[in-house]
Every structure is written in C-alpha cells, then in structure tokens.
C-alpha cells in the first residue's frame, strides 16, 4: 500500500468520524433534550405486597395521606419528578418499609408498598408502647391495626429493648418449642427475666439475660425427662438461674 492509499484511507476515516459524531449529537438533542413526558392520572392504584399478615396501612390510608399533604394526584399531570415526590412522602410513614410509586400510560398512578414486620411489642412501665421490627428498629402502635406479638413488659430501655433483648427475643423465635411456649416476657428493675407459659407452669424464672440459650436448653431437658411434672396444679414456677440447677416452686396448697 502507497502513500497516497493511505492518506485517502485516513481521510475516510476521520470522515467517518466526524459524520458519527454529528449524528450522535443530533441525536441527543432529539431524544434526551426533550421535556419530560407528563400524563395526566386517572386513578390511584395502590398495592400492598404484605396485606394478608400486617394491616398497618391501606389504600384509604393512602389516599387520606396523599390528600392532607397536598399530593393527591388525580386529574393532574403527573412525571417523573410528581411521583418521586409522591414516593418519598409516603415513605416517611412509620409502618412502611418500601415503596415504589411509578406512572403507567393508562393514566394509573401505582404505589407498591411493603410494610415493616414487628417482631414484639414493648410494654414499658413508664412511657408509651412500641414494637421492635426485624430490622431492629423501633417501631410505633397503630391504631388500625395490632399486631399478633410476644410482649415485653416491665423495666424495659429503648437501648435495651433495641439490643440485648432484640437478640434474646430472636433466639426465642427461631425456635419453635420456646416460640409456641413462651407469651410473655417481663424485666424488672433489677434487670431480671420472668417468662410467662401458654401451657404448663405458669412462669419460668431466667434471671439475667446471661447465658440464656445454656439455661433453655437446661430447660428443655426438664421438660423432656419430666413431663408429668409440667402442671401447675403441681408448680407455680420454674426457676432456671442458676449453672447446673432447676429449682421448682409448689403451687400453694399443694401437697
């Protein structure tokens, strides 16, 4: 190849260059520099991904919220910008975990929502009830709905009730024998643990939140070796506090 092919070679390709460029550009300014397509709503559809189990919110919840803060969207154009704002307003309620908040060609505007999941609900002895979701975060009482929850009741901290307890709690969930046992969980001031049964004898005596998954297991022990024993005409409580020892406390007026 000469000289002279290769310089043809090169003005066609810087030609072809240029030509490429040009026509990006062209198209970018038809295709992104275009205002945002606005339609104009018709109607709200709001879908709750977890409404069988929790009830918190909805759809006239949603659509009360929408109206007293000035967002209800329907007969007005709506984009891009209208439903972000929309979605984040709605994600400043307390029970709501996720939303997304699009708008279709139809004129519907769709929420999808997901609601947080409250692992129990504190009953403290001074200040208000909430709930501990599973994200471990405090989660306020609803008067729509109330979740079916264990109780914590007694002298319970926000920071307790967040930490220490959010573990405990955990690890009594996960399992099914002191899920389906126990109902309620009471601290008091001393920071000890009394659970309340749904069967049996009526309290178990943990102590303090110091190896508790040792004393449980020491727990069920019990019950498996001891069944019949398992009454509360026989026992009133179960005191497992102390290493190596289970102390049963007779019902009054048994003999």
């Known amino acids: 190849m000469n000289s002279k092919t290769k310089d043809i070679l090169s003005l066609v390709t810087i030609i072809t260059l240029i030509v490429l460029m040009v026509g990006y550009c062209i198209f970018a300014l038809i295709y992104f520099d275009k205002p945002e397509q606005k339609i ?128 405990f709690m955990n690890y009594l969930l996960a399992d099914n024998d002191w899920a389906a046992l126990f109902a309620e969980v009471h601290v008091d001031n001393k920071q000890n643990i009394r659970l309340t049964c749904n069967q049996g004898v009526a309290y178990v005596e943990l102590g303090k939140l110091t190896n508790y998954a040792q004393k449980l297991e020491k727990l069920r022990a019990w019950y498996h070796q001891y069944p019949h024993k398992n009454n ?19 019902t009054e007026n048994h003999e």
Do not use: W
């Open 40 to 167: 104009m709503c018709k109607q709200v559809v709001v879908c709750i991904e977890d409404s069988t189990t929790h009830r918190f919110v909805n759809t006239a919840t949603i659509y009360d919220y929408l109206q007293k803060q000035q967002l209800y969207p329907i007969g007005k154009a709506i984009g891009i910008a209208e439903a972000h704002q929309i979605e984040q307003s709605i994600a400043k309620l307390s029970p709501i975990k996720a939303v997304d908040c699009y708008m279709g060609y139809n004129g519907n505007l769709h929420i999808d929502l997901c609601q947080r999941c409250p692992l129990y609900r504190i009953v403290p002895n001074q200040g208000k009830s909430y709930y501990v979701d599973n994200e471990q975060r405090i989660m306020p009482v609803s008067n729509l709905f109330t979740a079916y929850t264990p109780i914590v009741t007694g002298e319970v901290t926000k920071d307790m009730a967040q930490n220490e307890l959010y573990h």
């Open 232 to 250: 509360p005409n026989l026992y009133q409580k179960i005191t497992i506090t102390y290493d190596e020892l289970i102390f049963c406390t007779k």
